[in-house]
C-alpha cells in the first residue's frame, strides 16, 4: 500500500496550487484520506479530510475558504485544491489514510498511516 504526493513547488503569494495524491495497493473508496503539512521546526498539522464516499469533507481551521479536496476513484487519486496562498502555506504536504474510521472523525496525525513521501509547497514573503 502507498501513497505518492506530487503538484508541490514554488508559488508567489495569492496563486493557486493543485496537489495530487495518487494510491496504489487499495482503492481510495474504501479508505478517509487526509492532507496533512509539516513547516520547518513545527509538527505535522491536519488540514483537511475527505470520506470514503466523498459525501462529507472535514476542515481545519487553516483550509477553510481557502482549501478543497476531491477525489476520482477511477484514478485512485485525491487533490487538494489550495486558492489565495500566503507564506505560512509553506510546508512539506502529506497525504495519508485514517486509521480507525472512513469517516474523517480526526485530523491528529497519529490517527493516520500510510503516509506519502511529501512535496514541498513553498510561498515566498
Known amino acids: 500500500l502507498e501513497l505518492v504526493e506530487s503538484g508541490g513547488g514554488l508559488v508567489q503569494p495569492g496563486e493557486s496550487l493543485t496537489l495530487s495524491c495518487a494510491a496504489s495497493?487499495?482503492?481510495?473508496?474504501?479508505?478517509?484520506l487526509g492532507w496533512f503539512r509539516q513547516a520547518p521546526g513545527k509538527e505535522r498539522e491536519g488540514i483537511i479530510c475527505?470520506?470514503?464516499?466523498?459525501?462529507?469533507?472535514k476542515y481545519a481551521d487553516s483550509a477553510k475558504g481557502r482549501f478543497t479536496i476531491s477525489r476520482s476513484d477511477a484514478e485512485d487519486t485525491v487533490y487538494l485544491q489550495m486558492n489565495s496562498l500566503v507564506p505560512e502555506d509553506t510546508g512539506v504536504y502529506y497525504c495519508?489514510?485514517?486509521?480507525?474510521?472512513?469517516?474523517?472523525?480526526?485530523?491528529?496525525?497519529?490517527?493516520?498511516?500510510?503516509w506519502g513521501q511529501g512535496t514541498q509547497v513553498t510561498v515566498p514573503s
Open positions: 495519508a489514510t485514517e486509521i480507525r474510521s472512513n469517516r474523517c472523525k480526526s485530523l491528529l496525525a497519529i490517527d493516520y498511516e500510510y
Open positions: 475527505i470520506t470514503n464516499t466523498g459525501d462529507d469533507i
Open positions: 495497493g487499495f482503492a481510495v473508496d474504501l479508505h478517509s
